[in-house]
T-cell receptor
Framework: GQQVMQIPQYQHVQEGEDFTTYCNSS?????IQWYKQRPGGHPVFLIQ?????EVKKQKRLTFQFGEAKKNSSLHITATQTTDVGTYFC??????????FGKGTKLTVNP | DGGITQSPKYLFRKEGQNVTLSCEQN?????MYWYRQDPGQGLRLIYY???????QKGDIAEGYSVSREKKESFPLTVTSAQKNPTAFYLC????????????FGPGTRLTVL
């Protein structure tokens, strides 16, 4: 079945450093979604990418969808302690189900 | 994330007992989902429903059952056949299908003693 791989599993940074998480799918995706889960909380939708090569920005967050629509990345510039949490990508691959990556857990040292 | 409620937040049960987790949404969404989250495992789909009176198995449906008698409600029963039921259970809904944004409830943490 479809697999969505996400790396790294954990990332620890100093406040002010940049952070990137990568997502790779075994199949071509029609769209990819990104979610953030704060410690003790539930996943919250961040963004959806649909077009090949699409780049979207939300303040310090930059989301990218690969040309082949099989990979994506989330980059955070100058991390802050409020960025702490686990970031998940999720893709559909044309099936009825949304498949989530295992997430990247980000910790930020102030 | 408002509009989806799960209760209770914490639930304790003895081994061998069935337990039902509730999920209610007032977003008028057609689709609803149940996920299980274990440390380091991400979100794994248990069951999903795209319309009332219809639901489909996800990747880890064994030991679970659901019903969708009303659009607003999608309860999940964890049966005694589920070998390792202790986990964090998340319910979600979306407008129509999996291409839409999913809105998650606050989750229920089930501990089986």
């Amino acid at each position: 079945g479809q697999q969505v791989m996400q790396i790294p599993q954990y990332q620890h940074v100093q406040e002010g450093e940049d952070f990137t998480t990568y997502c790779n799918s075994s199949t071509t995706l029609s769209n990819i979604q990104w979610y953030k889960q704060r410690p003790g909380g539930h996943p919250v939708f961040l963004i959806q990418l649909v077009k090949s090569g699409e780049v979207k920005k939300q303040k310090r967050l930059t989301f990218q969808f690969g040309e082949a629509k099989k990979n994506s990345s989330l980059h955070i510039t100058a991390t802050q302690t409020t960025d702490v949490g686990t970031y998940f990508c999720a893709g559909d691959g044309g099936s009825e189900k949304l498949v989530f990556g295992k997430g990247t857990k980000l910790t930020v040292n102030p | 994330d408002g509009g989806i409620t799960q209760s209770p937040k914490y639930l304790f049960r003895k081994e061998g007992q069935n337990v039902t987790l509730s999920c209610e949404q007032n977003l008028n969404h057609d689709a609803m989902y149940w996920y299980r989250q274990d440390p380091g495992q991400g979100l794994r789909l248990i069951y999903y429903s795209q319309i009332v009176n219809d639901f489909q198995k996800g990747d880890i449906a064994e030991g679970y059952s659901v019903s969708r008698e009303k659009k607003e409600s999608f309860p999940l029963t964890v049966t005694s056949a589920q070998k390792n039921p202790t986990a964090f259970y998340l319910c979600a809904s979306s407008i129509r299908d999996n291409t839409d944004t999913q809105y998650f409830g606050p989750g229920t943490r089930l501990t089986v003693l």
